[in-house]
C-alpha cells in the first residue's frame, strides 16, 4: 500500500511538472486570455483584477455573497460590485464632478477679462483715456441708420473698442500693416485681411460658451468674422440712447458708460468711482455660425453692444437689428439655451436694440469694473442697483452688489 502510494505521488508530481513546462514554453500574448466580465452576471461591472490564467481566482467585488434574508444574490452584486451607471455612489459624485469643471471654465473666463481690463488700462496710461467704444464719424441729415439730432451711430469707420484692447494685449500682432484711419475696415481698398477678423481670439471666448469660439460666416462680407463672450456697456438703456450720447444731449445726463461712440472715458470722470462702475460683462454668441450674436467688430445690440434695460440672463428677449437673417433668423431665438431674441422695432437698424448680459454660469454673469476687479453678479439683482452699475456718473454708488 505504501509503495502504490508513492508510486502515485511520483506520477501526480511528474504530470504536474511536465504541464508546468509545456505551460511556461508556450508563446503568446497572455494578456489576451483575461475575460473581465467573468463573474459580473451581465450588469457591465468591472473591476481590476485578472481572471486567467488563474481561472479559479476572481479578485473582484463580485465574490461577494448575500447577506441578507430575503434578497437574491443578483441584487446584493448589484450591491457590492464595480461601477454601475445607476449605482448611488455615482449619481452623487457626478454633481461635484460637473461642479469643479464649470468652476474650472469659470476661472479662466474670469482671468480672460481681467487680461482685457489690464489692455484697458494700458490704453488710458499711453492715451490719457480709454479707448472710444466705437468710432464714428458725425454725420448731418443721418437718412440710412439709427440718429438723433442728426447724428448718425453707424457711420464710418465704425472701429471697435476691442481692436484697441487686442493692440494693447499679447494679441497686438495681429493688426500688423493694418490701417486704422482710412475707410471701411469690412470692405474696398482698406478691408482688413481675413487673418485679422476670422481666427478666434482666446482670451475672448469663455469657455462655458460651448458656440464661444465659433466664428460668424457672414454672407455680405463673404467672410468669417471672430466672436466675443466679453462686451461693453453702451450709454443708456436702448440703442437711441447711444445716440443722444453722440449728440451731448442732457437728456442723457446721468447714463452715461465708460464706452461710447467717438469717446472713453477718462478715470476722473468715473464719479461714481472705477471699483463700482462696470465697464463689460459676458454675453453668449448665439446657436451657429449663421448667427451674428457676439460678433464685436460691428455696433449691434448683442454685437459689440450691451445695454443694462435688462438684468443678466433676462428671459426677456434680446431685441436685435432686422435688416437680415444674421441677427435672431430662423432658429435663433432659443429661451431654452439662455437665448431668446426678437426683431428690434423701429428703423432697419433698430432703435429700440438692446441686449442683456448672458452666461451659462449657474446663477449669474461675470462683469468686469472699471478698475479691473472681476465680479460675479447673481442673475436676481435689482435693476435698478444694475443700471447703476452700469452708469459712471449718475450719483448711486452701489456699496455691496455681490
Not at 487680461?115 to 496710461?125: D, E, K, P, V, W
Not at 457676439?294 to 428671459?315: D, I, K
Not at 452666461?359 to 460675479?376: D, E, I, K, Q
Amino acid at each position: 500500500m505504501v509503495i502504490r502510494g508513492k508510486f502515485e505521488i511520483i506520477v501526480f508530481v511528474t504530470l504536474l511538472l511536465i504541464g508546468s513546462e509545456a505551460w511556461c514554453e508556450t508563446p503568446g500574448d497572455y494578456a489576451a486570455l483575461v475575460d473581465p466580465f467573468i463573474g459580473t452576471a451581465a450588469h457591465g461591472h468591472t473591476y481590476p483584477g485578472a481572471t486567467l490564467p488563474f481561472g479559479m481566482v476572481q479578485l473582484s467585488p463580485d465574490t461577494h455573497t448575500p447577506r441578507t434574508k430575503g434578497k437574491t444574490t443578483v441584487e446584493e452584486w448589484d450591491r457590492a460590485s464595480g461601477y454601475n451607471h445607476d449605482d448611488i455612489l455615482v449619481t452623487l459624485l457626478l454633481p461635484a464632478v460637473n461642479a469643479a469643471r464649470e468652476a474650472a471654465r469659470r476661472t479662466q473666463c474670469i482671468n480672460n477679462m481681467r487680461q482685457l481690463g489690464i489692455a484697458m488700462h494700458n490704453y488710458h496710461s499711453a492715451m490719457g483715456a480709454f479707448p472710444d467704444g466705437f468710432t464714428v464719424f458725425p454725420e448731418p441729415n443721418c437718412s440710412h441708420s439709427v440718429g438723433h439730432g442728426d447724428f448718425c451711430i453707424h457711420s464710418d469707420p465704425q472701429l471697435s473698442y476691442i481692436v484697441f484692447l487686442l493692440l494693447y494685449s499679447e494679441e497686438s500682432s495681429r493688426f500688423e500693416g493694418v490701417s486704422f484711419e482710412k475707410g471701411r475696415w469690412w470692405e474696398g481698398p482698406d478691408k482688413w485681411p481675413e487673418h485679422v477678423l476670422g481666427p478666434p481670439v482666446a482670451i475672448l471666448s469663455c469657455p462655458s460658451d460651448g458656440e464661444g469660439a465659433n466664428p460668424h460666416v457672414d454672407p455680405f462680407l463673404r467672410q468669417a468674422l471672430s466672436k466675443s463672450n466679453y462686451l461693453a456697456f453702451f450709454p443708456g438703456l436702448i440703442m437711441n440712447h447711444v445716440a443722444l450720447d453722440l449728440a451731448k444731449s442732457p437728456l442723457l445726463r446721468g447714463k452715461r458708460t465708460v464706452f461710447g461712440l467717438s469717446r472713453g472715458a477718462r478715470i476722473g470722470q468715473i464719479t461714481d468711482g472705477s471699483t463700482k462702475t462696470m465697464v463689460m460683462s459676458e454675453y453668449l454668441t448665439g446657436t451657429s455660425e449663421g448667427d451674428a450674436r457676439g460678433m464685436v467688430w460691428t455696433f449691434q445690440a448683442g454685437g459689440g453692444a450691451l445695454f443694462s434695460g435688462l438684468t443678466p440672463n433676462s428671459s426677456d428677449p434680446d431685441r436685435v437689428v432686422q435688416w437680415n437673417n444674421d441677427w435672431c433668423g430662423p432658429g435663433h431665438n432659443r429661451p431654452d439655451l439662455n437665448l431668446p431674441c426678437v426683431k428690434a422695432v423701429g428703423s432697419p437698424n433698430g432703435a429700440g436694440q438692446t441686449a442683456a448680459a448672458r452666461s451659462r454660469h449657474p446663477g449669474g454673469v461675470n462683469v468686469l469694473m472699471a478698475g479691473t476687479a472681476v465680479t460675479f453678479i447673481s442673475e436676481n439683482v435689482d435693476r435698478i442697483l444694475w443700471q447703476n452699475l452700469a452708469f459712471m456718473d449718475d450719483g448711486q454708488v452701489v456699496e455691496a452688489f455681490d
